[in-house]
């Protein structure tokens, strides 16, 4: 029967270790490559399209944006500071640091801005968006942002939109879809029926080097 040595064992358990570490440095920076890679694009958005942060959270939806901001127990409106201007917007408790203050993700409707005290410790802000059919990445620019690909808008909401607004937000949901199973966006999709008319047309010119308008 072979004996085995102690200190071939040894050996042997010495030369995996290196081996072991480099594996679980890369499986780290694995890890770590993939989370940047998922932060580049943004973060995964909350149920309402927006973001929880330490001191506030916000939602969204293409029209508006609501933003909640919790207060200490029994804050009256007397005590609080909220201006909202077209691109900027500064909330606070008088006397004290702003808890938001910072330059706008998008312009707002100021006259359809509006903000209230809700049972006396969370302060509700509602922005009306200039443009009803853009996403906001963030609430404020520098702010940690969100991957707007994975945004939800409410089916509810969209017949409240003017005609030509939604249209936009259909085309947009629907060029979203596409993108995410692989397949052509409508404007791609326009550009290849254009192209087979052309070349139905036009059987003996060669057509391989246009550049299709984007």
């Known amino acids: 029967m072979a004996i ?22 890369k499986e780290n920076s694995t890890e770590v490559e993939k989370k ?6 943004g973060r995964q958005p909350n149920s309402g ?17 609501n933003i909640s901001v919790p207060l200490p127990e029994g804050t009256k409106a007397r005590f609080v500071v909220c201006e909202i201007k077209k691109d900027h917007l500064k909330v606070g408790l008088k006397g004290q640091p702003p808890i938001i203050d910072g330059e706008l993700h998008k312009p707002v409707k100021v006259e359809d801005c509006f903000w209230s005290i ?24 520098g702010d940690p942002e969100i991957d707007t690909q994975r945004a939800e808008p409410e089916s509810s909401k969209l017949s409240d939109l003017d005609p030509e607004t939604r249209q936009t937000v259909e085309k947009m949901m629907f060029d979203q879809r596409q993108k995410q199973m692989g397949l052509p966006t409508s404007e791609e ?3 290849q029926d ?21």
């Open 49 to 65: 399209n927006g973001l929880d942060l330490d001191n506030y959270s916000w939602a969204q939806q293409l029209p508006e944006v």
């Open 36 to 41: 940047e890679k998922e932060e580049s694009k």
């Open 189 to 191: 999709m326009q550009n």
């Open 118 to 141: 809700e049972d006396g410790s969370l302060m509700s802000i509602l922005l009306t968006k200039r443009n009803q059919s853009d996403w906001w990445k963030s609430l404020i620019k």
């Open 4 to 25: 085995i040595s102690e200190d071939i064992m040894q050996e042997d358990e010495a030369s995996t270790q290196p081996q072991q570490q480099a594996a679980a440095v």
């Open 194 to 214: 254009m192209l087979k008319k052309l070349k139905s047309q036009y059987p003996d010119m060669d057509f391989s080097g246009m550049k299709m308008p984007s």
